[in-house]
């Protein structure tokens, strides 16, 4: 059978990065301490781009607030489970 017209899109790139259900970056943003332009760009845009998603990748651990551009927010927790 030709490809093409009827050819699967499920070899494209997924919409949202798989890590983003494990991510402190979605509990962050669910809490309202981060802007939707953070999950918007990263998460479910380019992701490749996501120093977090390359550290995760990598098992290199990283704090909890460093943001996917690699800064850290200091008025987050370096570690969401702290009390």
Do not use: A
Request: hydrophobic letters at 25%; aromatic letters at 14%.
């Amino acid at each position: 059978m030709r490809k093409g017209l009827f050819e699967s899109k499920s070899k494209s790139k997924p919409r949202r990065c798989k890590w983003y259900d494990l991510c402190p970056m979605k509990y962050f943003y669910e809490q309202g301490k981060i802007d939707k332009s953070w999950i918007e760009q990263y998460c479910f845009g380019d992701y490749t781009h996501c120093v977090r998603k390359r550290l995760e990748e990598r098992h290199i651990p990283h704090p909890d607030n460093m943001m996917p551009d690699g800064s850290i927010n200091k008025d987050l927790p370096s570690c969401i489970f702290e009390k």
